[in-house]
């Protein structure tokens, strides 16, 4: 069973401040199919989180028309409560964690994005629905299998 090791990532300010303590976080390339950009970035691992949910600048920012004519939108209800979200199609490839190669993909994933800065999150349908996933606090990491 093919697995991998990655450890939990913090992030600091210009002036080497923490912004936010070390956590779940993974390095994925997300990108639009239809455009061609893609992004790399660290996801958050959401084991609360339905589905992934992707904030409105990084659709923006590879390509899609956030609130275009065809684009479909739904409600959802989030520990802030109900927003309303668009659906946009990307693909998505965690990466190793020295961002060397691809550990797993997913194609064609119909993503919420919301109109709010969050971390890209990655929930359990159709993403970590398909690991054994581990997260080991006191070690600080997170461990993938297929």
């Known amino acids: ?23 779940t976080y993974l390095p994925v390339r997300i990108s639009n199919p239809h455009s061609g950009l893609s992004a790399v970035v660290y996801a958050l ?35 802030s409560g109900a927003t309303d979200v668009y659906l946009h199609t990307f693909d998505i490839s965690i990466l190793t964690p020295d961002l060397s190669d691809v550990f797993a993909s997913f194609e064609n994933m119909l993503i919420s994005c919301v109109p709010t800065e969050i971390p890209a999150l990655l929930g359990v349908a159709n993403c970590l ?18």
Do not use: W
């Not at 093919?2 to 070390?22: K, L, M, N």
């Not at 065809?70 to 959802?76: C, I």
């Not at 606090?137 to 993938?144: G, T």
């Open 45 to 79: 691992v959401d084991t609360g989180a339905d589905h992934c949910a992707f904030p409105e600048s990084l659709a923006v920012d590879l390509g899609h028309n956030f609130q275009g004519d065809n684009v479909m939108s739904e409600t959802t209800v989030g520990v």
């Open 129 to 146: 629905d398909h690991f054994v996933l581990t997260i080991d606090y006191p070690d600080m990491e997170i461990k993938l299998a297929l």
């Open 1 to 23: 069973m093919p697995e991998c090791t990655y450890p939990f990532v913090s992030f600091s300010d210009q002036a080497g401040s923490i912004v936010r303590p070390p956590s």
